[in-house]
Each structure stands twice: as C-alpha cells, then as structure tokens.
C-alpha cells in the first residue's frame, strides 16, 4: 500500500463519446472503466501500487486520457505527468489539473486526482494527520512540461519491440529456474509468439467467468484468453494492443498490481504471472479461470474448530514378538518385557541362547483421546534372566512413541528388526535385534492382513529395521537440551487450603512457586523451584540423552506449582520435533528459541474448584492465555565415542559442581536425592568421569541469563475489535445482560493482575505487568517514549453490557440488538515484534487455504457427471503453481528482525519445498486426464496437507486473542482467534488471512463435546503494531461515524482514541432467499428409527423454520424462505466476495419436549446487487455435520438480494430479479413460498423397477419374532408395497418377485431424491408394526450407464477399464499364465515405463541354475500354499522398495543405489551391479541418464512396446491370496442383487458410532431407474436372474489358519478352535483345539448341507477353550453364502491357475473348464467357444494361448506332431486359459473368482470395530444335483523324524 491514486473527474471534455484515463507508474499501468459521457466523466475510481521499495527522486506518475472507439485505435486527449518528489514528503496531494496535447500545449481538459504515499516500513518520509485535510493552494509548480515529452513518445515504438525480447527472455529464465530442466523438448512453451495473455487471479466463495468478471471488475477490454497482468506477467504474453505494457524501470520485479471493483480495492487480490498456461498447439484452449477470494466472513468453519475438548476413542495396541537375533552376553536366559504407557507385559524365558524364538502376542487396550495416547512411548526391553523369576539384568531398550507407528501406512510396522542398545552404557553401541510386528488401530479402522511368511535365516536384518521411513540405520547418541529462562505473566494460583486461609488474614493474592518439568522420550528433569512470584527466573539447562533421530515426537513442557500435597499444574505445552527440525538431505537438526512460548490452560486460579483442570495438563485446547515461557532448544549429535567422551566429560564435571553449589530449592527431596546420587557417582568413579560419556542420565546445569534485549524491544501493539452482530445465543441466556472481553495474553483480561518481581508488588488498575518492562537491571534507562505509559490505562477490553432479545421470525434464539451502533473495544499490549515470521505462515497459509478451496470446488464438480472437473482442477493447479512462483520470489527480499537459528534454516526450507511442491503442481496438472481425476485430486490434497503443516509457525510469539461472553460477569461461552489470522501487514499477501475484515466467529461453550454452537458473532478485528494504527479503521465501511465513550463524534482519529462505537443511520437493505430443495440421509431420532425433520434457517439477526415433514429421512421440503429487508454490514463490494454465512439447523420435531438437534450445514448465498444483471442459481449440495461427523447432506441454494432503493419508497426487489413475488406452497395462509421454477428441478417421468428377492436376519420387534413381513418402497412421495410374506421362517424369499413404479424425478440424475425402504409386519387386528428401515441415497447407482451422462470424448478403453473391479489390494501373483514378462532391450530399459528389473533377468541363465523340477509325490495343497505366500511377500518388499525410490524421487534427491530413471519407475541394481560391470557400461554411458530425467514427460513414457518374452510355467502352482475378504474385492457380489441392512432407533451419540445395536436385519433385493419413454413390455431389472426357490448346496469351509488373536487367558495366549454355524446346524473342532497358541494351524474342511434361502449366512467363529467355565468368543466373522452362490463372478468355485487331472493339484471343480466356458456363453448368449491351434476364438474376440498355458508333455507332443486322446485335455487348458482371461471379452467381460485363500478379520460384539485376528479360509459350494469332486486334503503336515 505505498502509493494510492484517486481519480476523480474529467471535466471541460469535447464532445460525447467513451472516455477512459490510463496511469503509468514504475512502468505498469492500470486503467479506469470506460465512461460514456458528454463533457464531464466521474470516476471516484482508486488505484493502487503496492511495491516493496521507497520512492526514488524524480519518479513520475504519467496519466493519459484516451476517446475508446470499438473500430479505430484510441484518441489520445492529453497526457499529464506529474512528479512524485512532493508527494514523498507531504504524504498527500489533491490535485486539479490541466491536460497537455501531442504538441505540448495546454488543453482545455481538467483533471482531479488524490494522490496519497505511505513509504513501506522503515524507510523515512512520512505523514501526519493533519495532512488528510490540508488542501493545496497551488499545485502548479508539480506540472512539468518538458521540452523532451515528444522524444519519449517517439522512442517507445523501437524500445517496445526490445521490452519484447527481454521479457521473453526474462520470462523463460524465470521459468527454468522452477521447472527445472523438465520442460527441455518443450522449447515452445515459452514461446512468446505463441502465447495468449493468460493471467491468474487469486482466489471464493462467488464465481463467475472470469473473463466477464474482469471486464466489469476493471472495465478492461480482456482479450481472448483473458487475464490480468503482474509486472512478471508480461514476459509471458505477446504484447497486444489491448496492454500497453512496459517493463517496470525502477522498483523489483515483485510489485504487484491490485485490481479494483467499481474503483474499490478488492482485498485478497494479488495477481500473479503464470507460467505455460496455454501456448503450442496443444494448450490452445481458453483458460476459464474463476476468481477466488478468501473469506473470512464466509469461511465455513472447520469441523474441528467446534470442539472444545478431545473425545476418548477405543484404540488397540497390537505387539507380536517374534524372535531376537544376535544378542550380546554368553550363556543368557532372555525374556522380553513389553511396556506400552504404563502397562507391562513379558514374554517366556528361554534358556541359554543369544537367538531366542518367541513369537508371543500382546494386545493393550486404550480408551482415552487421540493425542493422549499418541504421547504414549511403546518400549521394548531385553532381560536375562537370573535365579529369582522376573529379576533379570537388563540387556537393552527400545523405544518409539505411538504416534510413530499409527503414521506408518496401515498404521503398523510389520515384521521388522528393533535395535537394542543399553541406555547404562551408550558406548557400547548395539545389543541386539528384536523381530515384532506393531499395530495401532483405532475403532473403525479397517485393517488389511499380510503375508505370514519369511524365511527368517536368509533375512537382511540392516534392510528390516524398525524404523520409520528415511530414519538412517545407525543412530548416533545426541544430547537434547531444553534451556529454561524465565517466565512471565503466570497467573497467580490461590492454591487449595492456603488459598482459603490466606483470604482470611486479608493477604489478597497467594503467588506460585513455580518449577519447569520437561518430559521427553519417557525421561523427565526439572528446574529447581523459585519461591512465591508470577515472574520466575531459572536460567537452567536439562539435558537428555537420546539417540538421534529420536523415535518420540513431542517434548512436554509442564510449569507447576509446587505445593506441600500434591504439586498443581499450571500449564503445559508440547513442542513437535517435526515442526522444529528437517530430516531431508538439506535440512536441519531440532532447534528451537531463545523465544517466548504462550501457555493456555483453565480460567480459573483455584486448584480445588476448577473442572477444566485438564486443559491445564495439555489435554484439549487452552481457552485461557496463563503467561508464557523464554526457553529453547538445541541438540548435539556425538559423531564418535571419543568426541562425545571429550564434550560430555566436561559438561558434567561443570555440571556436577554446579549442582553441587545451587541453592537448596524447595524442590528439596528429590533434589537431594539426585545429588546425592550423583554425588556417590562421581566419587566412586573419580578419575574416569572425563573420559566416560556415561548413561542417559538427564542433567540439570546452570546457564547465563540471556542478555537483556536479547530478542529484541518490546514494541507496542494495538488490538482493535468492533462488534457487529451477535445472534444465535442460545436461549438460556434470555434475560441476563450480556457482555464481551477481548484479550490478548494478560492485556485486556477483566480481573486484576498482580505482578509480583522478586522484592515489588505491584497493584493498581493497570492490568499487566508494566514493572518487568523496565526491568530492575535496566535501572530505567529503557526509552520511556516506546511504552506510552498512559495508553495501558485507557484500554477498553469490555463491552457494556446488554440485554438479549428474541431474534425475528422464529423466536428460539436470542441475539443482541447492535443495529445501529456497534461496540468496539480496544486493548494496547507490549510483546517483542517478531511479527515477520507470522507474516511468513499467512503468506503459505493463504497459498494453502486458495488450494483447499478449489480442491472442494473439484470435488463438487466431480460428484456431477458432465460437470467440467478437470479443466476446474487444471485452474487451481495453475493458480497454485503461480501462488508458489509468488512466493518464492518474495521471499528472497524479506528482512528478519533479531532471527535465531530456526528461523534461518526454516526460511530455506520453506523456500526449497515450496519450489518442490510448485513442481509437484506442475506435474499433476500434466499428468491429468479425465479418467485419474480422482486420484490426482488426491495426490493435490497430499501437497496441501504438507502445506498446512509447513504455514505452523513453531516460534509464534503472540499470543492468541480470546473473546469470552460475560453474562452476569460469568465467564459463559468462548472463542480463541489466532493473532496470526488478524496480523495486519502492509504487504497483502502476509496480512493475516481475517485482518480489517468482518469475520464468523462461533463460539463454543468450555468442556462441551457436541459442537452445538453457543453464539455466532460477525466481529471485525484489526492487531498491528501501534504505528500502523491509523490503518486499524481504512477497510471499514464509509458510512460508519466514530463516537467516543461520551457519544461525541470524533473528527480526528488519533492512535490513542480509537472509537468506542461505530455508528451508521443509512443502511442498504437486501432480501435473502433461501430455496430449501430437499435433504437426505439425515440421523433417525425416533424409535422407529425415522426423524420428523425441520430445519431452522439463521440469518444475520432473523431465523426461519421450515414445515415438520413427518417420519422421513430425506425430507422434500421444495420450499423458499424469505427474509425481507435484511440490513448486512460491510462494504458492498466486499459482500461479493466475503459474504456472511448462513447457518442451517436441522432438528426433529419432539410432540413433548424440545426438538432434538441433528446437524448443522453452513452456506454462502449468491449476492446480486442493484447494478448487476440477475443470474438464477443453481442447487448446491451442502454437508450436515454433528460433532466432527458427516450426518447427511442438502440440496439447497441462497441469493441475496440487494433491494432497490430508487422510487425513495420501501426499498423493492429489482425489476429483473425472477419472480419478484414467489408462489404459495399450498394454503396461502400459511404464508409459504414454493422454490420457483428454473431453480426448481425440471421433472420428468421415470420408471423405477424393483427387484423383491428376500429379507434376511430380522431380529424381534418388540420382544415379538417376525413372522409376516412386508416391505414397502418410497421415492418422491410414492410408495410401492411388496406382497407379505406368508410364513418367514419357512421361506424369507419373494414370489413376486418384479413390481415397479412411474414417479417424477429431477432431469439431474445427481438430484435424484432417495428411495427409502420399509419393512413392516402385519400383526393381529391389522396393525402394522415397523421392523427397520433403510435409505438408499445414490440412486445414481441403479441408473443405466448411459443416464451417468458419460463424457462424449472418452475414449472407448477408458470405458471398459472403468467397469473392472477393484483390485487395488489384491497382491498379484507373479505373471498370471500368459502374461507377456517383461523382455530384455536396451533402449526399452531407458525408455518403456517397467518396473523393477533385477540384474539376473538381465544375464542370460545357464542350464545349471534352473531350479530343478520337484518330485510329484513329494508336493501336497501346502507346498501350493506356501509358494503362493511366498511371492506376495516379495512383492511387498519390492513395493516397499519403490514406495521408498518414489519417495525420494518426489523429494527431489535420487536413492543412494544406482538406479535408472524410467518414467516415474525405477530400475534398480541393488549392488549387484558389481558383478556385472561391462552388462551396464552401454546403458550408463551411452544413455545419458541424470537425475534430470525424473520426470521425463509422460507422452513419451509408452514409446517402446516390450517385446513378450516367454515365461516359463510354473514348476509348483500358485494360488491367490487376497489381503482382505473376498466379497470387497468383488463389489461385494452385488453384481444383480444387492443386501441393504436395515437400522431401527435412535442415532447414537456414542462419537465412534456402534451401528450394530440398531441393526435389524437385511433386505435383498435390486432397483433400475430409467426414464419412462424408454420401458418396454419385459422388465429390465430381472434380465439374467435365477429362479426364487428354495435350493440345496453343498458348503464346504476350508478353515486355513488364524494369525494374530487377541488373548483370552491370563497367561496372554489362548487354546482356539473352531465353530462353523449356518441356520440351525453347527459344527465345531472343539476336541481338536489348539493349546496356548495365538496363530493356530487348523488345516479343517467343515462340509454342510444348506438351504437357500434360509440358511443364508455362514458364521465362522474362534473360540477359546477353557476348562472351568464356558469357552470365551475371540472372534467371528460372517458370509453370506447367497450372493456368492448367484454371483456372475462364480464365486462358488474359484478357478485354478493350471488344469491338472490328479496329484496335489488335481481339479476342484464339479464342471471341467470346457464346460464352464460352454455355460458362459450360452448365459451370455453368444456362440459357442471354437478351439484352434494356440488359440481360442469366443464370439469376435480371438484370444491367443501362450505355450506356458500347457505342461511341457503337451508341448512335447506337439513338437512331435502327435495327435492323440490327449487332444481333449489340450481343450481344457486352453479353455482355462480363457476364464482366467474372461474380463477381457468385449462387451461381456468380468473377472471370474480365482482359485484362493481370503484372509479375513474377525470381530468380537463386545468390542465392536476392533479387530480381534485374521482368518485365513475360503469356501466352496456346489449344488446337490451336480457330481461332487473330492474334498481338498489341507491336514497340517506331520513333523518329520530326523534319524
């Protein structure tokens, strides 16, 4: 904001015509609105140049107005240019001049302008008051018509052309630089021949083409490509006509341009270039950008933001200790102790071994909130066992935090090597490996099983450590020390008994006696204890020693009190080593301060009555500011033994004598203890304590004060804060008076503070400190002025107070009346100004916030079909990128008052990962197609996440500002505003992203779980230091009047009198529409499991209600409520972009009580004002969230409606706003509004068709079992019931099985209302009893494909893999039969996208290392087993190995193997490259390959098609394994007939939502929606659907094994087996069980006879087998038969992947493959399969079988040319071949279930959501009319004898 220009008018103009003034500074121009007009123009339009340096002498402003012809280029008028020298002095001019002709002469056109400078911070020049009013006399003298003003103009044409070069080169220099050298075949990116203006504009909440917006925003001519320009912008953009552009000739390449709307400045506008946004053949598209603003009135707030306190959640803790390895001792006994939090568990000991096996599970169970337990440290400890059981030495420890494990992908680390060392002795280096698996999962997680299998002695034990990701192998020893300062502004405690006692000896205030405690990695120290002060200085260091990286994220930071009983804290807070310290291959260690750090906890100062005392001990978020903390924090990595034996000798020889020599402190036990300890330590040692780097022992030493100023001077900051409206109050505070705080730290807080130094105490009105500030050392030489001692006096920090009144319309809440004057309140406080780290954060925060913005928008558009997603996305990307370019150029200027060490290393590193994540953007946005939007929107809300955790300013020294309501002086309800969000900042871009603007603030009620909001607030805040006060009131409305506390107006605003009201007597006057469509998917609140649903609208000060829609869970209200003459603060202008929110509540109807609440959405309405043309809106989906919890959606939208003031009557709705007057809905006495049409859904006819098959499960109603049920269908109003079903435990099928119903619908397939399912029971005397219901709400689902409205140029491929199944967890096995492998060609190495590629593949094998071919007899079902776990265990490492490469490829950083670059792939040589040297030397050499080549474009990723090569097949023969349930990687077979369940009751309040106890039962069935003109006279929904009858099969269980249960007996083991139930029968291995064993091999096939449709759902349970007592349930998981039995995918057999007639693999099916493949065909009706040599032909799909789809005899025989009655068998393998290739076949094509092992998770009721173990099983069944093959032989093999 440095130099501002007003034009004003042009008068005296000749003629009529278009008329427009262009201004000029620093070679960037902006241009008014065009202006028809006779001989005066108004324009009132202001300009502004934001720049980043001081005004140099001499520089020149030159303004040129121009008659605009649509034909003929432009007519200059005359030109005036102005010297700036006076401007930079006096700070203001008001100017009316004349203009000069071509010639030099004077014309006779005058123009007005108001000039205003403010010079950028620190520099000199500046400006009074009393200069606003000080109107010149005579400006002549600033004119200067130099003679030369001609051979400017004259020159420009030649120069013009030379801008052009330079800028293009600039522009590719500057491009480069980001890309990298990614862009090098793409020269013509830059091409500037080649290039539109593109332009990007920084970004909401309203959107429109941008191109109109532009042109009515700026009144420019937007040419084809539209764009607004930066002063970098132009190196981009061929120079047109429409800009005359010129490069800046003094200044920085970073001035911005800020464009205005109707002459006012938008605020959050920053432009920015953009790099490549169209250019070349293939960008030429038109870049609708959308502009977007951010809001602050319209942010809608986060769900968390409503949470005051944290929800304890169930969470286990999984430990598998499998073995440990290389153990240090001779002769040991060891045992492993396992200690998560404070639980202890140990394993067996095992006698004399160093390599002991356990493989011993422990399960700890937690219910406590998330970031509690994540503190928690998980700790693994060796002991050898000596003669007394259990008091064994310790060999080692090691230890991680929770955290760290749930932040591994699937929340576990699996089987992976822990390093033992012994923290006695940190010289020793390692002590040994433990093998374990850890597990965290929270309820609900979903867990995915892995591979059991490793073959333990060929492990890489380096390769497997437990570690995190990029965490080095080795760890060295460090020392992390926290040093301790002092502390200020504690609150003083009026601690327990004393407290009381003290009251009555009249001592006003009992002071603390405060000490630090440190925890870190399960150590802990503390700083001695300074007795009875607020103001306590330590200056103490405690050291720890840990090893580096530490496994442990947060250091705890608690201050106490120390007292007699228990000692109290008083504040706590964590310190995130992540935030403080960068693991990259640039980053830095931890390092954190000197600064101050803020402390929040409780607000009240008694330790005995205060029920938020654990927001003191750091659970949930502080709402009090309790003082604040100087520390910080180093860490000293020991490279070598001997460097740490040197460093630490000496410390803790000083340190010893220091302690020696402290002062008794209060905190004497334990102190004395320690040093005494110490003490005897150091004597027993004596002369060896300088070499030994000793034990973790934690330290506590004495440092050097810091140096006073140290941090700088406290400066002082105004916090400025005017009260706009505060409604929605919840009615219990209907009569008291009601009034506001505003603090910030100490400042502002409305009881008294007392200050107590040492000797003073200090009392008095003034509510801080001021003694600390001029502290006793400094004897006052500290500049008095700085302080302005008088303004801590005048803060007003209260509001008065007032009485609530119902709001309007609806009166169930009340609001305050703030109509005409707004209460402000004021606050002055003192802190250090290192306000430019802030400025940083709202830099990338804003960067990050624009991002989450368009990313929604993205999802929006993607939930739609049609809607154009993708070229959203690229915008966005775009945008970003820009945004990022912005910064990182910016960033290179920022100065750093009084930076520390972390401040410099993170300004590099923010800086290195911005450019990184630019590049990431790029790259996505190249990358994207339609078909993988998803997924990149994805991989973009990856960057944004990282973003966000990078704009946390770790050091952010101001502390936060919180508003509390006072009712009755009781402290009622709060909100906490960060200080970061309202900073004000004189460059845009840092200023805090809520500063100077009308923002939401919801405030919450202390301690509340719900999330109901207690009270909305619109509030305007402003905090800045006080020198840029007078900008605290600049972007408030204009007609707003300033009164003092008296009521007097005040004309001079001054930095000490800030207003104590606003008041305003004119007010414009809107109407909100709210068109409430309809809404789905709501909580049921009845018993019955249905709601009667209304919603309650709020509004600024008004609140309306829909109609009671009764027993429904997706009401159709269709209705429009109207607010009328609404009145909204804020500038007109700024209500486009941030509009006040609206609020809608939504509640069930209670006929006795209070309706009951179920959910809130917030919404932004589209504001159309007076002079804008009126657009209908369109309906919008809105989410209902209770809690943190998704409840449900609406599908509404908003407008609001500026009303029109011109006939000087009531204020009317615009002539073209559509209907002016609305519709009546029904009864016009009620006074309701219909939605009217073009905002209405257009209705059409469609016929949706129901499939009725059964119900399934129904549990009792009423006590009553349920013998006649009848299910009924609703949608829109209309209602389908099925037959009743006459006897449903004989047969729960339908008979009829087809009905269907005409409805009207949305044309909108996406606005297709829900259709609800109701089962009902007829019972005596007619009355219908609900069992369950269930609301289907993506209709989309059941719509043919084509109603989806496919994009019209997808390409066909696309189509067909869009129908695949899911198959992302299945772990491949190898090359299915057939797969072309990958061949051998040089360039195919460098160029085709291939995986990994191991060198042995590269060297031809000789015959003598074919693996030789195993006997036949010697295989049985496990060797299939085993080689099938085999390879999905290699196939993890291998993805765990490129997850890794990928990872540092994103980062920037090749991996420190030698690997070429392939597309994003890498092909890695794993040090076996050694070995074959001259192998590579021609791809290393002659293939150029650098690091540069990561990111080769994707166009050229698919050059080269591998040539097949011919695998060979296998020697033993695999089967799948699949990681999870079979019927999740099937679409849970709903292929035609899909299972709803059916809930009955109420919704739980219980946050992790326990559905099973409302669950009811199933109902099966299908539907098919389609469009009424389309039916014909046979349904569609029953095409290819078997016979409803009853059926019998044959089941047969293959029970495998189970891994991982959870412990049943005290011992930590269990005895298992297993119970297989179907309907009545049951079956089970109960004298077979398993003793003390917790991954059991049952190797059990359980066959049962079973009946469909009664006998539907198989249950498998493990039990423990006890025996005293009954047996206790682990586990149990269910299957329905059903589905898998009629499924298309033939999931009642699966297919093998070879066909042999006997041995261990003979074929398992009832049909032969021939016969399969004949059935296919006819079900599909096609012909049938033709077999030809090596291939099959099935309808026109010929599919080719390679030689490895046959035995070798075959191939043999076929060499041989023999033909013989093996012929037959060849069929068969070729016809396998096919089925196994079956998704293939166009038209027809779907996977058919492989031969499998489905790795299943067990679940017991009792913990519901919590994973109890895997089963590892699958099924086959087959119907009794069928011949039955054998059963498979799965018996566990026998041990065998060795002699």
Avoid at 163 to 179: I, P, Q, S, T, V
Avoid at 691 to 701: C, S, T
Avoid at 848 to 874: F, N, P, T, Y
Avoid at 1685 to 1713: E, L, T
């Amino acid at each position: 904001m440095a130099l501002s220009v007003c034009v004003r008018r042009l008068s005296s103009l000749p003629g009529h015509g278009e008329r427009q003034v262009q201004l000029s500074f620093r070679g960037f121009t902006q241009k008014t609105r065009k202006i028809r007009c006779g001989p005066e123009a108004i324009f009132g339009e202001l300009f502004r140049w934001p720049h980043y340096g001081k005004l140099v002498m001499g520089e020149m402003l030159s303004i040129k107005v121009y008659n605009c012809t649509k034909v003929f280029s432009n007519r200059l008028l005359g030109t005036l240019v102005l010297s700036l020298q006076h401007l930079m002095t006096s700070g203001r001019l008001i100017l009316r001049e004349a203009l000069v002709d071509r010639n030099q002469r004077v014309t006779g056109i005058y123009i007005e302008l108001d000039l205003r400078y403010q010079p950028p911070d620190g520099s000199a020049g500046t400006w009074v008051e009393e200069d606003f009013v000080y109107q010149m006399k005579d400006s002549s003298e600033l004119i200067i018509c130099n003679p030369g003003f001609e051979e400017v103009e004259a020159a420009e044409a030649p120069r013009a052309s030379e801008l052009d070069r330079k800028a293009a080169a600039l522009g590719r220099k500057l491009a480069k630089g980001l890309e990298t050298d990614e862009e090098e075949e793409e020269e013509d990116f830059y091409d500037v021949s080649e290039m539109e203006v593109s332009g990007i504009v920084f970004s909401p909440v309203k959107r429109y083409p941008w191109r109109a917006l532009l042109s009515w925003a700026l009144g420019w001519k937007v040419p084809a490509c539209g764009g607004i320009l930066h002063p970098l912008a132009f190196c981009f953009c061929r120079m047109s006509e429409t800009f005359s552009l010129q490069l800046p000739q003094t200044g920085t390449v970073g001035d911005l341009l800020i464009p205005r709307a109707r002459g006012h400045y938008l605020p959050g506008f920053p432009l920015l270039p953009l790099v490549g946004a169209c250019s070349g053949p293939r960008r030429r598209r038109n870049l609708l950008t959308q502009v977007v603003f951010l809001c602050s009135r319209s942010r809608l707030c986060s769900t968390w933001d409503l949470f005051a306190t944290p929800t304890p959640q169930s969470f286990q803790v999984g430990i598998n200790i499998i073995e440990a390895q290389k153990l240090v001792g001779v002769n040991i006994n060891p045992f492993v102790v396992v200690k998560v939090g404070e639980e202890k568990r140990h394993t067996a000991t095992q006698k004399s071994t160093n390599c002991p096996f356990y493989n011993e599970y422990f399960l700890f169970e937690f219910h406590e909130p998330r970031d509690i337990l994540f503190q928690r440290l998980i700790e693994i400890s060796v002991f050898h066992s000596k003669k007394v059981p259990f008091l064994g030495t310790c060999i080692g420890t090691f230890k991680m935090d929770i955290v760290t494990v749930y932040s591994q992908p699937d929340h576990r680390f699996f089987q992976k090597w822990a390093v033992i060392s012994d923290p006695t002795d940190t010289r020793a280096g390692v002590k040994g490996f433990v093998k374990c698996n850890i597990s965290v999962t929270a309820r609900g997680d979903v867990v995915g099983s892995l591979p059991t299998s490793s073959s333990s002695w060929a492990e890489d034990i380096e390769r497997n450590l437990l570690l995190p990701k990029r965490v080095p192998a080795e760890r060295p020893w460090a020392r992390v020390c926290i040093k301790l300062y002092r502390a200020e502004g504690l609150p003083s405690m009026s601690a327990g008994i004393m407290g009381g006692f003290s009251k009555i000896i009249g001592e006003k205030k009992v002071f603390i006696d405060p000490y630090v405690q440190v925890s870190f990695c399960g150590q802990q120290g503390e700083t001695s204890v300074e007795t009875n002060t607020t103001e306590p200085e330590w200056n103490e260091q405690i050291s720890f020693i840990e090893m580096f990286p530490p496994l442990a994220r947060k250091i705890k930071v608690q201050v106490l009190d120390d007292a007699n009983v228990g000692d109290v804290a008083i504040a706590t807070h964590y310190i995130d080593l992540q935030q403080i310290s960068d693991p990259g291959r640039n980053g830095f260690n931890p390092m954190f301060g000197p600064a101050w750090v803020n402390l929040y906890g409780s607000p009240q100062n008694s330790a005995l009555r205060d029920i938020h005392k654990e927001l003191n001990e750091g659970m949930g978020e502080g709402i009090f500011y309790r003082g604040r903390i100087l520390m910080a924090i180093t860490v000293e990595i020991f490279s070598s033994p001997s460097v740490a034996e040197r460093k630490l000798g000496d410390k803790t020889k000083g340190a010893l004598s220091k302690l020696k020599l402290k002062k008794k402190s209060k905190k004497s036990k334990e102190k004395a203890k320690e040093l005494s300890h110490l003490q005897g330590e150091e004597e027993a040692e004596g002369s060896q304590e300088a070499e030994q780097p000793g034990e973790v022992i934690v330290e506590v030493e004495e440092l050097h004060p810091l140096p006073e100023n140290a941090l700088g001077r406290k400066e002082e900051f105004l916090l400025f804060a005017a009260f706009f409206e505060a409604t929605m109050m919840d009615s219990s505070l209907s009569s008291k008076p009601v009034s506001f705080e505003v603090s910030i730290g100490n400042y502002g807080k409305a009881e008294e503070v007392v200050t107590k130094v040492g000797r003073k105490v200090e009392k008095g009105e003034v509510k801080e400190e001021k003694q600390p500030l001029l502290d006793p050392g400094s004897d006052g030489e500290l500049d008095v002025e700085v302080l302005a001692p008088a303004s801590a006096a005048l803060n007003k920090s209260v509001t008065k107070s007032q009485r609530p009144e119902p709001m309007e319309y609806d009166r169930s809440y009340s609001c305050l009346p703030m109509m005409h004057e707004k209460p402000c309140v004021y606050v002055w406080s003192y802190w250090e100004n290192h306000t430019w780290r802030l400025c940083i954060s709202n830099w990338i925060v804003k960067l990050a916030e624009r991002l989450e913005q368009g990313l929604d928008d993205v999802e929006k558009l993607v939930r739609r079909s049609k809607a154009k997603a993708e070229e959203r996305l690229r915008e966005v990307l775009e945008e970003f990128v820009a945004g990022c370019r912005q910064y990182s150029l910016s960033a290179e200027r920022k100065t750093m008052a009084h930076p520390n060490n972390l401040d410099r290393c993170r300004m590099k590193y923010l800086m290195r990962n911005i450019i990184l994540h630019a590049k990431q953007g790029l790259r996505v946005r190249r990358r994207l197609t339609r078909a993988n939007i998803k997924e990149k929107v994805k991989e973009t809300r990856r960057v944004l996440a990282k973003l966000r955790f990078m704009a946390k300013e770790p050091q952010c020294t101001l502390p936060d500002v919180l508003v509390w309501m006072l009712s009755n002086n009781r402290r009622v309800a709060y909100a906490r505003v960060p200080a970061q969000d309202i900073l004000y900042s004189v460059v845009e871009e840092e200023k805090g992203k809520d500063c100077a603007k009308i923002q939401t603030v919801l405030m919450k009620v202390p301690g509340l779980h719900t999330g109901e909001i207690f009270a909305k607030l619109e509030i305007y805040m402003w905090l800045g230091v006080t020198k840029y006060a007078k900008n605290c009131l600049a972007e408030l409305p204009e007609e707003f009047k300033y009164l003092s506390e008296s009521g007097q107006e005040i004309a001079q605003l001054s930095a000490y009198s800030p207003p104590s009201r606003l008041s305003r007597d004119d007010f414009s006057y809107f109407q909100l529409r709210a068109h409430l469509y309809q809404a789905r998917g709501i909580l049921p609140a009845d018993d019955n499991g249905l709601s009667d649903p209304f919603a309650r609208v709020v509004f600024s000060t008004h609140c309306q209600t829909t109609r009671i829609l009764e027993e429904t869970l997706s009401p159709m209200w269709n209705e429009l409520l109207l607010f009328d003459q609404l009145i909204i603060d804020g500038k007109k202008e700024e209500l486009k972009t941030d509009t006040p929110i609206i609020i809608i509540n939504l509640f069930s109807h209670n006929k006795f009580g209070s309706p009951e609440f179920l959910g809130q959405a917030f919404a932004v309405p589209q504001v159309k004002l007076v002079d804008e043309p009126y657009t209908k809106p369109a309906l919008q989906f809105f989410d209902f969230y209770k809690g943190t919890k998704a409840v449900g959606e609406l599908i509404a939208t908003f407008e609001l409606i500026e009303l029109d003031y011109s006939g000087y009557l009531e204020p009317s709705v615009p002539e073209d706003v559509e209907p002016k007057e609305p519709n009546y809905l029904g009864d016009p006495h009620a006074r309701r509004f219909i939605i009217p049409e073009g905002i209405r859904p257009v209705l059409k006819e469609f016929r949706i068709e129901i499939l009725f098959w059964g119900l399934r499960d129904l549990k009792r109603v009423n006590l009553f079992e349920v013998d006649q049920p009848q299910v009924i269908i609703e949608c829109a109003g209309k209602k389908v019931e099925s037959e009743v079903i006459m006897a449903y435990k004989e047969n729960p099928n339908f008979t009829e099985v087809v009905k269907y119903m005409d409805v009207e619908l949305p044309e909108q397939v996406y606005l297709h209302p829900p259709l609800s399912i109701f089962v009902v029971e007829k019972r005596a005397f007619g009355r219908t009893v609900l069992v369950g219901t269930h609301v289907v709400s993506d209709v989309m689902k059941f719509s043919p494909r084509e109603l989806e409205e496919e994009p019209e140029d997808v390409p066909k491929a696309w189509k067909v893999s869009s129908q695949r199944l899911p198959s992302q967890t299945v772990v491949n096995i190898g090359p299915a039969a057939g797969d072309p492998g990958p061949s051998i060609h040089p360039l195919s190495l460098v160029k085709a996208p291939l995986k990994k590629i191991t060198i042995n593949k590269l060297v031809k094998k000789d015959d003598e290392y074919e693996e030789e071919k195993p006997e036949l007899e010697e295989l049985d079902w496990w060797s299939k087993y085993y080689e099938s776990l085999k390879e999905p265990y290699n196939q993890t490492r291998s993805d765990e190995e490129d997850a890794e490469n990928d990872d540092l490829n994103d980062a920037g950083e090749s991996s420190s193997n030698t690997q070429l670059f392939c597309g994003e792939q890498t092909l890695e040589m794993m040090g076996e490259i050694r070995t074959f040297p001259n192998l590579l030397s021609p791809f290393l050499d002659g293939g150029n390959l650098h690091a540069s080549s990561i990111d080769m474009e994707a166009e050229d990723e698919a050059v080269i098609e591998a040539e097949p090569a011919r695998p060979k097949r296998k020697l033993i023969t695999t089967l799948q394994i699949y990681n999870s349930e079979l019927e999740n990687e099937f679409d849970n077979f709903e292929d035609w007939l899909c299972i709803f369940p059916l809930h009955r009751g109420k919704a739980n309040e219980d946050e992790d939502g326990n559905e099973d106890e409302h669950f009811v039962g199933k109902y099966k069935g299908s539907f098919y929606v389609y469009p009424t003109e389309e039916a014909g006279t046979e349904p569609k929904v029953s095409q290819g659907v078997p016979r409803n009858r009853p059926i019998k099969v044959l089941v047969r269980v293959y029970i495998i094994k189970a891994t991982n249960l959870s412990p049943a007996d005290p011992n930590g083991k269990a005895d298992p087996y297993v119970v297989v139930t179907v309907g009545q029968q049951q079956k089970d291995t109960k004298e077979r069980y398993i003793p003390k064993q917790l991954n059991p091999v049952f190797g059990e096939v359980v066959e049962l006879t079973v009946s469909f449709p009664m006998e539907s759902e198989l249950t498998v349970a493990i039990f423990d087998h006890d025996l005293l007592g009954s047996d206790d349930l682990i586990g149990e998981t269910k299957i329905d038969l059903e589905n898998r039995f009629y499924s298309k995918h033939r999931a009642n057999c699966g297919v093998a992947s070879q066909y042999d007639i006997n041995g261990y693999n003979m074929w398992r099916d009832a049909f032969k493959p021939t016969q399969i493949l004949d059935s296919l065909c006819k079900k599909n009706l096609l012909p049938a399969a033709e077999y030809r040599w090596e291939e099959v032909k099935v309808n026109n799909k010929i599919f080719k079988v390679p030689p490895e789809a046959f035995p070798e005899e075959a191939s043999v025989r076929n060499k041989r040319g023999v033909a013989d009655e093996n012929w037959s068998v060849d069929d068969e393998h070729k016809a396998l071949y096919v089925l196994q290739h079956w998704e293939e076949m166009p038209g027809y094509g779907y996977k058919l279930v492989p031969e499998h092992v489905e790795i299943r998770s067990l679940y017991n009721p009792e913990n519901p959501g919590l994973v109890q173990g895997s089963l590892h099983m699958w099924i086959d069944m087959f119907p009794n009319d069928v011949p039955i093959p054998l059963p498979v032989n799965i018996k566990p093999r026998l041990p065998v004898r060795l002699h």
